[in-house]
């Protein structure tokens, strides 16, 4: 089904995004391009800086007001914006997964957690040549509760998700997306609940599946060490933009000073400071960056 | 100093139905100190927080606030000194009320004055933009959905905060404006809080001592230094601060 695409997963050429207002538009995304294949890529950026949005335009998902123009926008080979509304449904929570920022949020409150994985989980093994059935459906929704490290599967397939705790939570959303097996995973802060010792867990799940499966990841993410250490490539975001684009492991070299600043301003376990530096943003970043 | 402690926990044990999750557990934090609240997913704390902040009827156990003993029912006078921030901000906030709205209310219910001015100023301290005023949180991204949340809960000038991960949806950058923040309130107005995070180098940020929980416990209690230095007896705290300093790298 892949369509012509020089092996590229994502194509993203000028990405544009703009929220009406009062008087005009906020432009949320202001002219943003990279691509990936079968790989880790990590976004990381501070806050509003558009991050969320690219992962949304990329499914489509933004709010009908919402201005969205680019070059070029393609999954597979797929235009996005061109694509139908059925065809859109096909590739959301089938080929494309996304794990959203707020977990609760986008579970269904009056549905039992086991309930929702398993019907992400028929949604695709029905079309598929299985032809799955309600029971196997609730034995890979406990498998899948295993996998992300739940303690007791059990009690938590038949709980309701104000009945689980925050990071629980976050785990019951992955094990969702993963349900279907998807290509592509956007994973927006997934792990940002979680201790160290689960999170760890987590990404090796995720980093599994990516070189099992060449399952493509896209990690939006706040926390530079984990993105530099678990990634292939990072994109750095800033007011709409991409200010760089560079591996993963040269993260804490990088020598733009915003990314610079981003690195600096975070606490440490080992050295005490009194105060955190906070970032000072330069009018200058603002320009349009090729 | 035989001084009362701000809160005092002892013996707290919470049931959700059949299931306990809370177990026994007691510990104090004296006025103006940050106490941290550490542990694996599940293990109990936010159930703690909401228990102290009067969201969970089913509790046995002694807790009080500023030497009042705490009972079933919370009054306004409580409501207005204590203060919580929810792990989940987009939960917390009503999606049909604007910014401005959610936290005008606080103001109205407990007759404070001069909305106008302290709006701004708590929009401000947080790092929100003026624009963001008139928005409604789903207008917002994740990290601004986090900072109206702790705006609310400062802007009626509380004297206990209870944060339940209130910088792990932040960036960096706004994570240090906001622990920054925290700093001068305990300084300028002897704030106490109890502050849950996953990130140990945001607890050894700002907290004089904290209490590790696994399985609904506290395992250990331990200063600042020594969570440093690494100096912990439990098994499950040492785990967390290798993986801590591994990830420092
Ligand atoms: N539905 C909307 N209407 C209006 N503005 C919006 C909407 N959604 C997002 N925005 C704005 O677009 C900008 C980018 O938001 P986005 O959610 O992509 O940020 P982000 O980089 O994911 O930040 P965070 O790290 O805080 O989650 C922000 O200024 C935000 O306020
Ligand atoms: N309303 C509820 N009804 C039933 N069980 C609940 C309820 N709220 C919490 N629990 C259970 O209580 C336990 C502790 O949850 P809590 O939210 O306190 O954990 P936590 O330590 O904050 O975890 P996390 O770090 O993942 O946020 C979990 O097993 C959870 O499923
Ligand atoms: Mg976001
Ligand atoms: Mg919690």
């Keep these: 089904m892949s369509g012509m695409n020089n092996g590229n997963l994502v194509e993203i050429r000028d990405l544009r995004v703009d929220f ?3 008087s005009g538009f906020t432009q949320a995304v202001r002219g ?27 499914m489509r998902l933004l709010p009908q007001a919402a201005r969205v123009r680019a070059e070029a926008l393609r999954f597979d080979g ?18 494309i997964g996304l794990i959203m920022q707020d977990p609760k949020y986008s579970l269904n409150p009056v549905m039992t957690v086991g309930r929702q994985i398993s019907e992400a989980w028929l949604a695709h093994n029905r079309s598929g040549s299985g032809g799955g059935g309600k029971r196997e459906a609730r034995d890979a929704a406990l498998t899948l509760l295993e996998q992300v490290r739940i303690r007791d599967p059990k009690r938590v397939l038949g709980s309701y998700p104000h009945e689980v705790s925050g990071g629980m939570g976050q785990r019951v959303m992955i094990a969702m997306m993963l349900a279907p097996n998807p290509d592509l995973l956007i994973a927006d802060e997934p792990t940002s609940a979680l201790d160290a010792s689960v999170q760890a867990e987590i990404l090796k799940l995720i980093e599994d599946l990516v070189s099992a499966r060449g399952m493509g990841l896209m990690l939006i993410s706040h926390d530079l060490p984990l993105v530099a250490r678990f990634c292939d490539r990072v994109v750095v975001m800033y007011a709409g933009q991409v200010m760089e684009e560079l591996p993963a492991r040269d993260l804490h070299r990088a020598q ?12 440490s376990l080992s050295k005490k400071r009194a105060r955190l530096p906070t970032l000072t943003r330069d009018a200058a970043w603002l320009e349009r960056h090729a | ?94 999606p049909r009320q604007t910014v401005d709205r959610i936290l005008a209310e606080p103001l109205e219910v407990h007759g404070i ?21 008139f928005r409604y949180p789903h207008q917002l991204s994740g990290g601004q959905r986090q900072r109206v949340a702790i705006a609310r809960a400062l802007i009626a000038d509380p004297s206990v905060l209870l944060l339940d991960e209130p910088t792990s949806a932040l960036d960096v950058s706004v994570q240090a404006e906001v622990l920054n923040l925290l700093s001068d309130l305990r300084e300028a107005r002897q704030l106490t809080c109890i502050l849950v995070s996953h990130n ?38 040492q785990d967390l601060i290798a993986l801590s300093y591994e990830l420092e790298g």
């Excluded at chain 1, 733009?256 to 606490?267: E, F, I, N, Q, V």
């Excluded at chain 2, 936010?46 to 969201?55: H, K, N």
């Excluded at chain 2, 004055?113 to 963001?132: F, M, N, Q, S, Y």
């Design chain 2, 200 to 237: 140990l180098a945001v607890i050894a940020h700002l907290c004089e001592r904290l209490a590790v929980m696994q399985g609904g416990r506290i395992v250990e209690i331990l200063s600042e230094a020594e969570l440093r230095a690494g100096r912990a007896k439990h098994s499950h705290t």
């Design chain 1, 78 to 95: 797929i235009d996005v914006l061109g694509a139908s509304e059925r065809q859109m449904r096909t590739l959301r929570g089938g080929r």
């Design chain 2, 113 to 133: 004055a001069d909305a106008e001015a302290r709006i701004a100023r708590a929009l401000e301290e947080v790092a929100l933009p003026h624009t963001a005023r």
């Design chain 1, 256 to 267: 733009h000073a915003y990314t610079r600043g981003l690195l600096d301003c975070m606490p």
């Design chain 2, 1 to 94: 100093m035989s001084q009362l402690p701000m809160i005092a926990i002892e013996h707290l044990d919470v049931h959700f139905g059949s299931s306990h999750v809370v177990r026994d557990i007691s510990f104090s934090v004296a006025a103006g100190e940050t106490f941290g609240l550490v542990g694996e997913s599940g293990s109990g704390k936010s159930t703690v927080l909401r228990t102290i902040a009067g969201l969970n009827p089913g509790w046995d156990g002694r807790m009080a606030v500023a030497g009042q003993n705490l009972g079933p029912r919370r009054d306004r006078a409580f409501f207005r000194r204590v203060q919580m921030v929810f792990q989940d901000p987009y939960g917390s906030l009503h």
């Design chain 1, 20 to 22: 009406p207002n009062p």
């Design chain 1, 32 to 58: 943003i391009s990279f691509s990936m294949g079968r790989e880790k890529l990590g976004i990381v950026g501070e806050s509003g800086s558009g991050k969320s949005v690219t992962g949304r335009a990329l």
